[in-house]
């Protein structure tokens, strides 16, 4: 049920700022289906759909939130068909390029999230630009994952762990929650206060499985190239509602 369309910017920021709603994850899924339904192509959903990130992004800077992390590309896409994998390759790299300008004049940092070793040439490139280029802004922090898969980050983590362990960098006795979080691509960010995932299906398809320990979880039915500012904000609303006690009760 919708909490209020409508809500005016002042009492969104108000209640990002009093429940201290400071990171929001969003699984931004429906492309494909937002497409099929309006009878377009499956890489017509990924070109809404950056309409509607670039709207969201722009929104959650506006309200007050300090951190937005976004699945982009998981590491399970690679199974997708071989045209559809390369477009969105190639649509990662040219909205990076075209909204780059903009997002460092807004002091948006920009941070990549994932394994971008298999990534190819061109478009690393174009990521570690534009994160160096935004590497001192101070506004939105921006994560976006790419190549991205929980477990994979878990694993990767693990096996540096036992490096470190083995070359008396440390001590199996050192080895702990906080310790692990620092091996992680989110070391020095603050784990996610909301995560949103739009399209209705609810499940965390192998995203910040770690992070999400004691995070609220709201799921919308409403497909991602259709998510916008009004969404944005009937989910920070509901997140007022929420009590979180983060196990304690």
């Not at 976004?70 to 590491?75: G, I, K, N, P, Q």
């Not at 762990?161 to 906080?178: C, H, R, T, W, Y």
């Amino acid at each position: 049920m919708a909490v209020n369309n409508k809500l005016s910017l002042a009492p969104v920021q108000e209640i990002v700022l009093n429940t201290k709603l400071q990171h929001i994850a969003i699984i931004m899924d429906g492309n494909r289906r937002w497409a099929k339904k309006h009878l377009l192509p499956s890489m017509s959903g990924h070109n809404a759909g950056v309409k509607s990130l670039k709207t969201i992004v722009s929104h959650a800077a506006e309200i007050g939130v300090k951190y937005l992390t976004v699945y982009a590309f998981s590491t399970e896409n690679w199974g997708r068909k071989k045209e559809e994998v390369d477009f969105l390759m190639m649509l990662l790299g040219e909205t990076v390029k075209k909204e780059l300008d903009e997002l460092h004049k807004n002091n948006v940092k920009i941070r990549i999230i994932g394994n971008m070793e298999n990534l190819n040439p061109e478009l690393q490139k174009i990521l570690e630009y534009s994160m160096n280029v935004t590497a001192a802004n101070t506004g939105l922090n921006l994560q976006v994952a790419i190549n991205y898969g929980s477990r994979d980050e878990i694993t990767q983590a693990m096996k540096k762990i036992v490096k470190d362990v083995q070359a008396e960098k440390l001590s199996p006795d050192d080895i702990n929650s906080d310790l692990i979080s620092n091996y992680l691509y989110t070391s020095d960010i603050p784990d996610p206060d909301l995560l949103i995932r739009t399209g209705g299906d609810q499940r965390l398809s192998n995203y910040l499985l770690w992070q999400l320990a004691y995070t609220e979880i709201y799921v919308s039915d409403t497909l991602w190239p259709d998510f916008g500012k009004d969404e944005l904000d009937e989910a920070v609303a509901e997140f007022a509602k929420r009590e979180r006690r983060f196990g304690k009760g």
